[in-house]
């Protein structure tokens, strides 16, 4: 992960690296969870068979945000500089798309049965995806965050966040909150949790953990991954 370029606007882009640090570990994670799976048992498979509808789902909604709100004002105000790195995303962006759908192929498929073949096969689909992945990611966080950082307001920076957010679904926010602050740097989830309504600001640091450590063991058989 890299760290968040310094800015002269006072525009902090690090909550964009706590995302990717969950997207980072989960991703990592999921080719062996499958691999873990012994032929047979569907009941295993059907838990991490949701795992992944969850993280695509998560990966999915992150990229769509992006696409929303962030590359139009990029456009916008850095369109020199942006070109090419837009050019490189949307690309990026289709790699990645393309390996979530012939996972979520293979996923449907080895669910049902949980099938040997189809387990090995997933686990190499999933592998793939998460070194495109990364390398989306690496290039977004070296590319995208010093022009977001340079031409962006903390007001607008912070609107990318709560939409991004406002996206989750009530029943999946501790859960996604959890994810964050499991690795995520203190003063960052304080951050985040700031553009939050009070109510959310109270419970979150409390049940959030508490939400993803019961996931964690039921996904990954530790109270963390």
Excluded at 3 to 17: H, I, K, Q, V, W
Excluded at 24 to 51: I, K, M, N, Q, W
Excluded at 74 to 82: A, F, K
Aim: hydrophobic fraction near 40%; include cysteine; aromatic fraction near 6%.
């Amino acid at each position: 992960m890299t760290t968040a370029p310094s800015t002269n606007n006072g525009t902090d882009t690090r909550d964009m690296l706590v995302v990717h640090s969950a997207l980072r570990r989960e991703f990592r994670l999921v080719p062996g969870l499958v691999s873990g799976v012994a032929a047979g048992d569907r009941d295993r498979a059907e838990t991490v068979a949701a795992h992944l509808e969850l993280m695509t789902w998560f990966l999915h909604h992150h990229h769509e945000t992006e696409d929303r709100i962030l590359w139009p004002m990029l456009e916008q105000r850095v369109p020199d500089e942006l070109a090419p790195t837009v050019a490189l995303m949307q690309a990026q962006h289709e790699g990645i798309d393309e390996a979530v759908q012939a996972s979520q192929r293979l996923t449907a498929q080895w669910s049902d049965t949980a099938a040997d073949s189809e387990r090995d096969e997933l686990a190499r689909s999933l592998a793939r995806l998460y070194e495109l992945l990364v390398e989306h990611l690496d290039a977004e966080e070296q590319r995208v965050l010093p022009l977001a950082a340079g031409c962006m307001t903390p007001a607008e920076w912070g609107q990318l966040g709560r939409q991004g957010m406002a996206g989750v679904s009530k029943r999946r926010r501790p859960l996604i909150f959890g994810m964050y602050a499991y690795e995520g740097a203190p003063d960052v989830i304080a951050m985040i949790l700031a553009r939050a309504p009070r109510p959310l600001r109270v419970i979150m640091p409390r049940l959030g953990p508490r939400v993803f450590s019961r996931y964690a063991r039921r996904v990954h058989g530790t109270p963390t991954p």
